[in-house]
Nanobody, 115 residues
Framework: QVQFVESGGGLVQPGGSLRLSCAAS????????MGWYRQAPGKQRERVAI???????SYADSVKGRFTISRDNAENTVYLQMNSLKPEDTAVYYC?????????WGQGAQVTVVS
């Protein structure tokens, strides 16, 4: 059974930083392109970053230059370092494979950016 468990969310002021972690199980983690997604209240879920098995990355324009995705294949974990956070980054953040497994969404990590 594929499972993703996110952690590291919290409340932060604008300009602050957070680091999210996602532990994966039930898949051959190193073989998959992994992604971070977010869903703000009243909005559709959007993908914000992906990382390939070898470490290449791609970002949504809205987070480029502020967020950094990384992975540890030995620990089956993907990370999202978020810097220079803005109120519009407020959302629940999820990880999943690049082609999302719809029955494997975790509980997510709430990120709230407020003055």
């Amino acid at each position: 059974q594929v499972q993703f468990v996110e952690s590291g969310g919290g409340l932060v002021q604008p300009g602050g930083s957070l680091r999210l972690s996602c532990a994966a199980s039930g898949i051959i983690f190193s073989a998959y392109v992994m992604g971070w997604y977010r869903q703000a209240p009243g909005k559709q879920r959007e993908r914000v970053a992906i990382i390939y098995s070898g470490g290449s990355t791609s970002y949504a324009d809205s987070v480029k230059g502020r967020f950094t995705i990384s992975r540890d294949n030995a620990e089956n974990t993907v990370y999202l370092q978020m810097n220079s956070l803005k109120p519009e980054d407020t959302a629940v953040y999820y990880c999943n494979t690049n082609v999302p497994r719809n029955n494997a969404w975790g509980q997510g990590a709430q990120v709230t950016v407020v003055s």
